[in-house]
């Protein structure tokens, strides 16, 4: 996935699908998210027990988080903002 709303997803079919931008993200980072739309597909809401659930799988989460919020826009940026248009995509 590409998208620019979400990190990750588990669909009405579960299957879990991940934005590809995660790749420059930290290693805890991407153990949370995965831990996040896993544990969707036992609990496939937000709940209590959702929350408990990843918290208790992933220790982690709260800071993963945290990283998110501060630096989730860095993993946003467009190629072409960061090389002003003089990158070449080979």
């Not at 290693?27 to 969707?40: D, G, K, W």
């Not at 220790?59 to 998110?68: F, N």
Request: aromatic content about 8%; charged content about 20%; glycine content about 4%.
């Amino acid at each position: 996935m590409g998208q620019r709303t979400k990190w990750g997803n588990c669909s009405a079919l579960q299957n879990l699908s991940f934005n590809w931008r995660l790749i420059m993200a930290r290693a805890f980072v991407l153990r949370y998210l995965v831990t996040h739309e896993a544990v969707h597909l036992a609990v496939p809401d937000h709940s209590q027990k959702f929350w408990l659930t990843v918290r208790s799988l992933c220790p982690e989460s709260e800071r993963a988080r945290q990283w998110l919020c501060a630096n989730g826009h860095r993993l946003l940026v467009d190629l072409n903002e960061v090389c002003d248009g003089n990158c070449s995509q080979t």
